[in-house]
């Protein structure tokens, strides 16, 4: 399944993310594709919300990894742009979060991209104007069934 929205402003791309949060779970993995400055922490936030989840949700440039709320469900935001091998990601803790109780959204996913779960839920920002957004959602047959009607 491959759908694409646009989106005019940080406010729409917010909540576009927050309504595809609302149909998340524990264990889902969302990969985000996308260029520096595309939205993709800005996207997280509309995610966190979409979970109930009410921390402030900034970049994990630095620190690799945010997470936010607590199990059974936590939001677990990471940064993978300097990552470079399989070894490196170890270094990282990403092994660490417990599936079942997380979801993990990953930013630079590309760099993983051998490590993702076979369901993992791809998500492309592209930057069309200094705010608009193309988002393309894609996923397989598991997730085609829970994203088929999504609107945002």
Not at 80 to 88: A, K, L, Q, T
Request: glycine residues 8%; aromatic residues 10%.
């Amino acid at each position: 399944m491959k759908k694409e929205f646009i989106t005019n402003s940080p406010e729409e791309t917010i909540a576009f993310a927050e309504c595809l949060g609302k149909l998340l779970h524990a264990g889902d993995v969302i990969a985000y594709r996308g260029d520096l400055g595309a939205g993709k922490t800005t996207f997280t936030r509309g995610l966190a919300l979409g979970l109930g989840l009410q921390d402030l949700v900034t970049s994990p440039t630095f620190a690799l990894v945010h997470v936010y709320g607590n199990p059974p469900l936590q939001l677990c935001h990471f940064d993978m742009y300097r990552i470079d091998s399989e070894e490196e990601l170890e270094t990282t803790g990403f092994y660490d979060f417990l599936p079942e109780e997380s979801i993990f959204a990953i930013e630079w996913s590309e760099n993983i991209q051998n490590a993702l779960p076979k369901h993992t839920i791809w998500l492309t920002l592209e930057t069309l104007g200094e705010e608009q957004r193309r988002i393309i959602l894609e996923s397989d047959t598991k997730g085609s069934e829970r994203f088929a009607n999504f609107r945002a």
